[in-house]
């Protein structure tokens, strides 16, 4: 119990527990954390209780920090700014474990089989991957796209088959990586494009997308039929036009798909783009209130939620799919970083920076149901996510 | 007027004494540059998608091209200018700083 007595908000845990020394017999189906970014804690929350139940320090930079869960959705693994990986268990909410992996990390993925967590990297440049249950270093593929050249990872999803695939940011490629003997992977690189800045893998495991900054499009593998290579999509939706500055990168993650459509942020314009997510024809656009960062479909598909880079960052947008229009504009606090739905989508956590606050709402009636202290929040991850392909 | 910055304006070559943000204006550009900044240039100034801003690897570049390339951006890079939030003299102060060792 020396960990948890560790823990800041230890009283409220033990209450949880019931009792001291016991780990509870419960799920943790509706239990997620938060990220809290300045300080290197996460605030472990509940999502049926929409309260805190424990808080663990000593994570290091989690600026940009993002999370995956193992398959049994007890352990989730936080790659932190700083390379650092952590293993935390939602039920005893400890550190089970934690390396520095390397200098610069930006994220990182788990396998379909669930042994093997992924980190991507910024410097040095590449993807190292990991045994789940000892955290011990299997291999890894630097992103040395030219002799002597490296590139800053991207976009890094789990593929079917325990294959990752990933961009390199400086090589204008897309990776997948075949980690069927995870010492020795086996790694095909496709042409993609100028400077993928992120990628996503759609909920069927079937495409994988990077969306392109330096130029107007993004770039869409088949993964069924890989071997036809990689091909533009949405190109040139920018029409020539001089782009607006992008304060902050957009994020794109599986959650893109809603309706039979991927709702994509554009760069340099304060759109959302829609395409057909069978012929990838461009079907239609919507006009933000800002640089769209998140573009973020409910679990039933029925609504996008947008937030946006600085200096927007204190809106939120919600498209229904239905009609492609926004029904409604939010003002949740200062510096909205993050949305996460709650499993089966009945509300949405939003991190509001800025207000050290998570503030829930009801997404039928836009209600605001409740509100958390966290310590300049930014990701929040619930353990649903741990039954999903792409994460 | 910062003593630690004083070699840098020299170095410079311009030895114009820049106005001092009010201490209200610092503290929110010393936010700004951690959280905002901070977003691709990491909120330990370590890098990310950009560069690290720590004084060993600003060391020795021309503060008025780093100065420029905060007010007006790179274009082709994601590097985006800041004139509409940053005033010239507000954007050497960045760097002075970020020179020196950039506050918490």
Redesign the interface.
């Given at each position: 119990m020396k960990a948890i007595a560790n823990t800041l908000l230890a009283g409220l845990l033990v209450i949880l527990l019931g009792a001291c020394g016991s780990v509870p017999l419960r799920g943790t189906g509706d239990l997620g954390l938060v990220i809290e970014?300045?300080s290197g804690h996460v605030t472990l929350v509940n999502t049926s209780t929409r309260s805190a139940y424990g808080r663990i320090g000593g994570l290091g930079?989690l600026?940009?920090a993002s999370v995956v869960y193992s398959r049994d959705a007890r352990y989730a693994f936080i790659f932190g700014?700083?390379g650092g990986l952590s293993k935390i268990d939602l039920l005893e909410g400890r550190i089970v474990k934690r390396v520095i992996q390397s200098?610069?990390a930006?994220g990182g993925s788990i396998s379909q089989d669930g042994r093997i967590v992924v980190a991507q990297n910024?410097?040095p440049g590449g993807i190292k991957a990991f045994d789940s249950e000892t955290l011990e270093l299997l291999s890894e593929v630097p992103a040395e796209f030219e002799p002597g050249r490296y590139s800053?990872v991207v976009g890094l999803a789990d593929v079917p088959g325990n294959k990752f695939a990933y961009a390199l940011?400086d090589g204008g490629e897309i990776w997948i990586s075949d980690f069927s003997d995870p010492k020795r992977p086996l790694t095909t690189r496709y042409p993609a494009g100028l400077?993928p800045?992120d990628g996503l893998i759609t909920p069927d495991g079937r495409h994988y997308l990077a969306g392109l900054?330096?130029e107007d499009g993004i770039a869409l593998i088949d993964l069924w039929q890989p071997e036809k290579g990689a091909r533009k999509i949405l190109e040139n939706y920018g029409r020539g036009e001089e782009k607006l500055?992008?304060?902050?990168?957009p994020h794109l993650r599986g959650w893109s798909v809603a309706a039979g459509r991927a709702w994509l942020p554009a760069i340099g314009r304060h759109e959302v783009l829609v395409a057909d997510a069978s012929t990838w024809k461009e079907t239609g656009r919507v006009a933000v209130k800002g640089q769209p960062v998140f573009v973020m479909a409910s679990p039933d598909g029925r609504q996008i939620w947008v937030n946006f880079a600085?200096?927007d960052n204190g809106w939120v947008q919600v498209i229904d799919t239905l009609s492609g229009k926004i029904v409604q504009t939010l003002a949740p606090g200062r510096?909205v970083l993050h949305m996460e739905f709650t499993p089966r989508g009945e509300a949405v956590w939003l991190s509001a920076?800025?207000d050290n606050r998570v503030v829930i709402y009801d997404t039928k009636t836009f209600a605001k149901l409740g509100s958390l202290a966290a310590d300049?929040p930014s990701g929040i991850f619930f353990s649903s996510r741990a039954a999903r392909i792409g994460f | 007027m910062n003593i630690l910055a004083l070699p840098f304006l020299f170095l410079a070559g311009s030895a114009i004494a820049i106005a001092e943000p009010s201490p209200a204006r610092q503290k929110e550009l010393v936010h700004l540059v951690r959280q905002d900044c901070g977003s691709c240039h990491g909120m330990t100034l370590q890098g990310g998608l950009g560069p690290a801003l720590l004084p060993a690897t600003l060391a020795g570049k021309p503060v008025e091209g780093l100065v420029a390339t905060i007010i007006g951006g790179r274009p082709g890079t994601p590097m985006p200018p800041w004139h509409r939030f940053l005033a010239e003299d507000e954007a050497q102060w960045i760097v002075m700083k970020l020179m020196a060792g950039f506050p918490q």
């Amino acid at each position: 119990m020396k960990a948890i007595a560790n823990t800041l908000l230890a009283g409220l845990l033990v209450i949880l527990l019931g009792a001291c020394g016991s780990v509870p017999l419960r799920g943790t189906g509706d239990l997620g954390l938060v990220i809290e970014r300045a300080s290197g804690h996460v605030t472990l929350v509940n999502t049926s209780t929409r309260s805190a139940y424990g808080r663990i320090g000593g994570l290091g930079d989690l600026s940009h920090a993002s999370v995956v869960y193992s398959r049994d959705a007890r352990y989730a693994f936080i790659f932190g700014r700083d390379g650092g990986l952590s293993k935390i268990d939602l039920l005893e909410g400890r550190i089970v474990k934690r390396v520095i992996q390397s200098g610069n990390a930006i994220g990182g993925s788990i396998s379909q089989d669930g042994r093997i967590v992924v980190a991507q990297n910024y410097s040095p440049g590449g993807i190292k991957a990991f045994d789940s249950e000892t955290l011990e270093l299997l291999s890894e593929v630097p992103a040395e796209f030219e002799p002597g050249r490296y590139s800053k990872v991207v976009g890094l999803a789990d593929v079917p088959g325990n294959k990752f695939a990933y961009a390199l940011f400086d090589g204008g490629e897309i990776w997948i990586s075949d980690f069927s003997d995870p010492k020795r992977p086996l790694t095909t690189r496709y042409p993609a494009g100028l400077q993928p800045y992120d990628g996503l893998i759609t909920p069927d495991g079937r495409h994988y997308l990077a969306g392109l900054f330096g130029e107007d499009g993004i770039a869409l593998i088949d993964l069924w039929q890989p071997e036809k290579g990689a091909r533009k999509i949405l190109e040139n939706y920018g029409r020539g036009e001089e782009k607006l500055p992008v304060f902050k990168m957009p994020h794109l993650r599986g959650w893109s798909v809603a309706a039979g459509r991927a709702w994509l942020p554009a760069i340099g314009r304060h759109e959302v783009l829609v395409a057909d997510a069978s012929t990838w024809k461009e079907t239609g656009r919507v006009a933000v209130k800002g640089q769209p960062v998140f573009v973020m479909a409910s679990p039933d598909g029925r609504q996008i939620w947008v937030n946006f880079a600085f200096p927007d960052n204190g809106w939120v947008q919600v498209i229904d799919t239905l009609s492609g229009k926004i029904v409604q504009t939010l003002a949740p606090g200062r510096a909205v970083l993050h949305m996460e739905f709650t499993p089966r989508g009945e509300a949405v956590w939003l991190s509001a920076r800025d207000d050290n606050r998570v503030v829930i709402y009801d997404t039928k009636t836009f209600a605001k149901l409740g509100s958390l202290a966290a310590d300049a929040p930014s990701g929040i991850f619930f353990s649903s996510r741990a039954a999903r392909i792409g994460f | 007027m910062n003593i630690l910055a004083l070699p840098f304006l020299f170095l410079a070559g311009s030895a114009i004494a820049i106005a001092e943000p009010s201490p209200a204006r610092q503290k929110e550009l010393v936010h700004l540059v951690r959280q905002d900044c901070g977003s691709c240039h990491g909120m330990t100034l370590q890098g990310g998608l950009g560069p690290a801003l720590l004084p060993a690897t600003l060391a020795g570049k021309p503060v008025e091209g780093l100065v420029a390339t905060i007010i007006g951006g790179r274009p082709g890079t994601p590097m985006p200018p800041w004139h509409r939030f940053l005033a010239e003299d507000e954007a050497q102060w960045i760097v002075m700083k970020l020179m020196a060792g950039f506050p918490q």
